[in-house]
């Protein structure tokens, strides 16, 4: 049998004093593929492509998934 699951989140490290977001990183979708057919896509706030993976797989591993592979694209 064969379970689908889907989970989105956005995950951003930056804030100023004022309490207001500020993006000083770029941000990118990552789109994590299971093993067995599952997904997971995550937009993080990174400085690069390798940071971007590191923490899709940090949170790959937080929602159990077996890593097939990662797609990573920065947003413009």
Do not use: C, W
């Not at 500020?22 to 789109?31: A, K, M, T």
């Not at 990174?46 to 097939?68: K, Q």
């Amino acid at each position: 049998m064969t379970h689908t699951a889907v989970h989105s989140e956005f995950v951003s490290m930056g804030f100023n004093r004022k309490r207001r977001v500020s993006f000083p990183h770029d941000i990118y979708q990552v789109v994590v593929n299971g093993e067995e057919g599952e997904y997971a896509e995550y937009e993080v706030e990174v400085d690069s492509y390798a940071e971007a993976t590191a923490m899709a797989e940090n949170l790959a591993a937080d929602s159990m998934i077996n890593i097939s592979y990662i797609e990573v694209y920065l947003f413009q």
